[in-house]
């Protein structure tokens, strides 16, 4: 019996062009049909696979993102809490317009003594910036005070 590739047209000869367990019921094609369209099925396929696992890493990223970003707060924090710790909880200026010192954490700022605090906040980013600080306190140079807002601001 003669059979074509349905594809292409080209005579199916067993063992040349074709290998009979490539054809199911009524599937008929040649060798290089077959093997073009496996191809293309695996390109599709891969296509297809390369757009999910993009996708799975975008979302992932995001949620990635969003916990270092938690976790860089969290440290900006404990950093932030220690130096204040550190630097005695309330303004330095003994005339602070707050009797004994401004003491609300929240109006508190860390005050570069001798000025340079620019240079060195803009060569590092914030949480480096604050670990600097800490190393600073610790070996004892005196190289920072805690201003409240207001006395900063008159400072300046
Ligand atoms: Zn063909
Ligand atoms: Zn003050």
Redesign the pocket.
């Known amino acids: 019996m003669l059979h074509v590739?349905r594809?292409?047209?080209?005579e199916l000869i067993s063992g040349i062009?074709f290998t009979p367990s490539y054809a199911k019921q009524w599937n008929w094609?040649?060798r290089?049909?077959?093997n073009e369209r496996v191809k293309g099925h695996w390109k599709i396929n891969r296509e297809r696979m390369r757009e999910t696992s993009r996708l799975h890493y975008l979302k992932n990223r995001e949620k990635l993102l969003e916990k270092s970003k938690k976790r860089q707060a969290f440290k900006l924090e404990k950093l932030r809490e220690e130096i204040l710790e550190l630097l005695g909880n309330k303004c330095s200026n003994p005339n602070c317009s707050v009797v004994g010192g401004m003491s609300d954490s929240r109006a508190l700022q860390i005050d570069h003594i001798n000025g340079g605090g620019c240079k060195e906040r803009k060569k590092l980013s914030i949480i480096p910036y604050y670990q600097h600080i800490l190393q600073s306190i610790r070996k004892g140079e005196e190289k920072y005070q805690l201003l409240c807002a207001n006395c900063n601001v008159i400072k300046r």
């Open positions: 590739c594809k292409c047209g080209i062009n094609i040649c290089k049909c077959h």
